[in-house]
């Protein structure tokens, strides 16, 4: 799904980016476009940022647990 129709950004992107490390609404502004025509699109993105970096971090914390209860060296 289109996230930003005038630069054809789709949620997907913005969680691919999320999924690379730390990302501010400011990143995308500048390494997507998204925002800077019409502003339609940020409230939405700012939603989509917020769920995606939650998920990221639970999956780093799941990750985290994960390792240390399975992965201990004998
Ligand atoms: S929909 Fe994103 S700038 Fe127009």
Known sequence: MYACICFAVKERDVREAVSGGPVRMSDLCANLGVGTKCGRCVSALRDILR??????????VNCEVYDQNFCREA
């Open 51 to 60: 769920q995606a970096t939650q998920e990221s971090q639970l999956r780093a």
